[in-house]
């Protein structure tokens, strides 16, 4: 299908990018990477007149790393992560998980602001961000705010972000040494959305207990969740292959899985349980340094 016909604006800030915004109100559309919104205006399920690009918007396309984490500017794209040499070491979960994200042609030009504000419950970047305790930076006509990625997604695109909005970075917490990490994802194809999709972290104390163990999970619910069921049988114990199977079989009973045409709620509870146990086993042999 076509495009509808549309007007280009090119803010040279964010303030600008704001304002214009603010006055074209529902008409307008930010464009970021245009591999979410292109094709949903192409086939008519979102529409405006104006697209804001912000492109030209400065800072807006850097990765930030200190002792205080990483920040992805909201124009990352999803190639500037995979070729960044620094992430993963210091972040890297994230640099398992966008190898997964669609093909190369989209990674190429998709971005972090978009994903995060397209809010899709399958995608792997918001259930990273839930996952880690990240926080979103958000500028508006009030000025800025910060949110918790675990308050952000609301329904299937649906977001925290008011239509004034821009989001302008990602922070991710400090990531500390002798982590185990596991992602592990399911989908039909490569490259397509997930099925379901896990995210697994932890520590491990002095007496090689589990600490602070975090689990996410996507592709399965309205947003991207942690799973608290399956992170509290962990706690405190050891880690091995029975523990991880207790805790994934647990921690997926009381989610309330969605079903659609590729598997009905069940299948999708049992391939969740499947990638949890799979994430778990992997984060044990996989420390970061
Ligand atoms: C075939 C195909 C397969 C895909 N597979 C996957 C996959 O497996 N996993 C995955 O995660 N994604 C997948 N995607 C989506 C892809 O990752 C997109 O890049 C991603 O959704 C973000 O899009 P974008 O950066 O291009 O943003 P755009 O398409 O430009 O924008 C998306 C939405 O975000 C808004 N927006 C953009 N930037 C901002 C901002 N800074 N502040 C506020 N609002 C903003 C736009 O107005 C729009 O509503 C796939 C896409 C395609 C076409």
């Known amino acids: 299908m076509k495009f509808p016909p549309l007007r280009y604006l090119t803010p040279q800030s964010l ?18 990477g245009g591999q979410s919104l292109m094709p949903m205006l192409a086939f008519r399920l979102a529409s405006c007149s104006i697209l804001i690009d912000l492109k030209f918007v400065p800072g807006l396309d850097r990765i930030t790393v200190t002792d205080r984490g990483v920040e992805l500017g909201s124009r990352v794209r999803w190639r500037d992560i995979e070729h960044d040499v620094r992430l993963p070491t210091v972040q890297p979960l994230l640099s398992m998980a966008v190898k997964h994200i669609a093909h190369y042609a ?39 705010r910060s949110l918790p990625a675990e308050e952000f997604f609301l ?85 091995g292959s029975r523990i991880f199977e207790e805790a994934a079989a647990h921690g997926v009973r009381n989610v309330d899985v969605r079903a659609d045409i590729h598997a009905d709620s069940d299948y999708r509870r049992a391939l969740l349980a499947t990638l949890v146990n799979r994430a778990l086993v992997e984060a044990a042999q996989r420390t970061s340094p």
């Open 15 to 32: 303030d600008e990018a704001i304002a214009l915004l603010e006055q074209h109100g529902a008409d307008a559309k930010l464009l970021s």
């Open 106 to 144: 989209i990674r190429n030009r998709g971005t972090v602001g978009g994903s995060l504000a397209h809010g899709d419950p399958a995608s792997e970047l918001p259930a990273l961000a839930v996952a880690c305790g990240a926080t979103i930076a958000i500028a508006g006509p009030n000025g800025r």
């Open 155 to 239: 329904f299937p695109l649906i977001t925290a972000l008011e239509p004034n909005e821009v989001i302008v970075s990602l922070h991710f917490p400090p990531w500390p040494k002798a982590r185990s990490f596991g992602f592990q994802e399911f989908s039909r194809r490569r490259g397509d959305f997930a099925m379901a999709g896990a995210i697994v972290f932890f520590d491990q104390d002095k007496d090689q207990n589990i600490c602070s163990p975090h689990i996410g999970a996507f592709g399965i619910a309205d947003t991207p969740l942690r799973l608290g069921e399956a992170e509290k049988f962990l706690l405190g114990n050891r880690a």
